[in-house]
C-alpha cells in the first residue's frame, strides 16, 4: 500500500519564477492539505482539497493556488517566488472531512528560492 | 485565534523517561494530535487525545488536561531512534485545518 508520494523532493528556483509541485494521497484517502514549513518550525496550513473544490484556506496570498484531480491527486502552484517562499512542502492526505482524521504526510518538496 | 506553545528543544539520556508538554489556545475544541518527524522526513501520527485523561500506547502515552489548555508527551525506556522533533497540533474548527506547535527537538544521549 503505497503511503503518500510527493514530487519533486528538491527544487531549486529563483525570484520570479513560477513552481509547481505534486502529490499523489495514500490508497483509498479523499482529502488533500497543503503545509508550509520553514526551518525550525512547525507545519503551517496552506488550503485543503476535497471533492475537487479548495474548501478550506489559510492565511497565503493568492500566489499561492492549486488543483486536484479526479483521482485525488493534488498540484500546489506558486506564482512569482519570492524568498520567503524558501521552504519543506508537506502534502497530507486523508479521508473524508472529520476533524479527528489522522493526517498522512508525503516526505515533502525541499523548495529554495535564490 | 488559536496558539500552540511547546518547548523548541530537550535533551535526555537514553534509557531514560522524558514529558514533552504542550500548551494550547483554541477558539474550538476539536482534540489535540502529536506527530512525530525525523529530520528530513514526513510527520507521522502518534497519538490522538479528545477526552481528559492519559491515554498509553506502548512506549508512548499521551495526557490531556482541556480546563487547563495542556498536554503532554510521555517517552519512555527512551532510545536513540526516539531523537526527533514531536509536534503538537489541533484542529481548527472545522475539517482538517491543523494548527502546529513549533515542534519539540529531542535529542537522546547515550
Known amino acids: 500500500d503505497a503511503g503518500v508520494t510527493q514530487s519533486p523532493t528538491h527544487l531549486i528556483k529563483t525570484r520570479g519564477q513560477q513552481v509547481t509541485l505534486r502529490c499523489s494521497p495514500k490508497s483509498g484517502h479523499d482529502t488533500v492539505s497543503w503545509y508550509q514549513q520553514a526551518l525550525g518550525q512547525g507545519p503551517q496550513f496552506i488550503f485543503q482539497?476535497?471533492?475537487?473544490?479548495?474548501?478550506q484556506r489559510g492565511n497565503f496570498p493568492d500566489r499561492f493556488s492549486g488543483h486536484q484531480f479526479p483521482n485525488y491527486s493534488s498540484e500546489l502552484n506558486v506564482n512569482a517566488l519570492l524568498l520567503g517562499d524558501s521552504a519543506l512542502y508537506l502534502c497530507a492526505s486523508s479521508w473524508g472531512r472529520a476533524t479527528n482524521e489522522k493526517l498522512f504526510f508525503g516526505s515533502g518538496t525541499q523548495l529554495s528560492v535564490l | 485565534g488559536q496558539n500552540i506553545d511547546q518547548p523548541t528543544e530537550m535533551t535526555a539520556t537514553e534509557g531514560a523517561i522524558v514529558q514533552i508538554n504542550c500548551t494550547y489556545q483554541?477558539?474550538?475544541?476539536?482534540?489535540l494530535f502529536w506527530y512525530q518527524q525525523h529530520a528530513g522526513e514526513a510527520p507521522t501520527f502518534l497519538s490522538y487525545?479528545?477526552?481528559?485523561g492519559l491515554e498509553e500506547k506502548g512506549r508512548f502515552s499521551s495526557f490531556l488536561s482541556r480546563s487547563k489548555g495542556y498536554s503532554y508527551l510521555l517517552l519512555k525506556e527512551l532510545q536513540m531512534k526516539d531523537s526527533a522533533s514531536y509536534l503538537c497540533?489541533?484542529?481548527?474548527?472545522?475539517?482538517?485545518?491543523?494548527?502546529f506547535g513549533p515542534g519539540t527537538r529531542l535529542s537522546v544521549l547515550p
Open positions: 482539497y476535497y471533492e475537487e473544490e479548495e474548501r
Open positions: 487525545n479528545v477526552l481528559d
Open positions: 483554541t477558539s474550538g475544541f476539536n482534540g
Open positions: 497540533a489541533a484542529p481548527r474548527g472545522y475539517g482538517q485545518n491543523f494548527v
